[in-house]
Structures are given as C-alpha cells and as structure tokens.
C-alpha cells in the first residue's frame, strides 16, 4: 500500500504538452509498477500507460503511443508522464496508480491517487 497524489492537469490547447506528476508516500515505492489511467465522463476507466519497477519496461496504449511516455525517479518516489501532440478526445480525469506485478490491467493495482483533471480544447 502507498499513497499516491498527482498534479500537473489543467487546460491546454489541441497540439500542447503537459507533465503529470505522482508523488508517493511510504518506503516501497521501488517495489511497485507504476501505471496511469484515465476516465472521460460517462466512459470506463482506461489504461494510459505503465512502468516496471525499474525502468527496463514500459506499455502503452495505442492511443497515445508515440505521444506519451512515462517515467519514474524512484529516489524522488515520484512517475511522470509527458503529454504532448495532446488531442480533445485526451480529455479525462488522469489517475495514477500502483501495482506489485507489471500489468495494464486496472483490477491489479491496488493504490489509486485522488486524479488530475485534462482538459483539451480544440
């Protein structure tokens, strides 16, 4: 269990960039995978992307790949993740989360951040 707070949503342009941020608590930080997700009103949650508990492994969505990508500073207890080329339909609530095995499933992570709202305007 770590708790997760992240930042760093706001409104953009069509085209723009963002960086969102996730701040962990508690000393396992490095044992965990550490994934984002988003949800769009009236829509399911949905898998963004993912990173190992090293950085050797990362998983994206096709929607975004090519325009994301995820880091980690475990010294910092903190995963990144750079938006850029960012379209309206990225508009969501954005959550990170953690799990103890690397996976782009929602059902095994099991600490979730409160969410950061993105909102593109075209």
């Known amino acids: 269990q770590v708790q997760l707070v992240e930042s760093g949503g706001g409104l953009v342009q069509a085209g723009g960039s963002l960086r969102l941020s996730c701040a962990a608590s508690?000393?396992?930080?490095?044992?965990?995978?550490m994934g984002w997700f988003r949800q769009a009103p009236g829509k399911l949650r949905e898998f963004v992307a993912v990173?190992?508990?090293?950085?050797?492994?990362?998983s994206y969505a096709d929607s975004v790949k090519g325009r994301v990508t995820i880091s980690r500073d475990n010294a910092k207890n903190t995963v990144y993740l750079q938006m850029n080329s960012l379209k309206p339909e990225d508009t969501a609530v954005y959550y990170c989360?953690?799990?103890?095995?690397?996976?782009?499933?929602?059902?095994?992570?099991?600490?979730w951040g409160q969410g950061t709202q993105v909102t593109v305007s075209s």
């Open positions: 990173i190992s508990k090293s950085i050797s492994t990362t």
């Open positions: 989360a953690a799990s103890a095995v690397f996976t782009t499933r929602h059902e095994f992570f099991e600490s």
């Open positions: 508690g000393r396992t930080f490095a044992t965990y995978a």
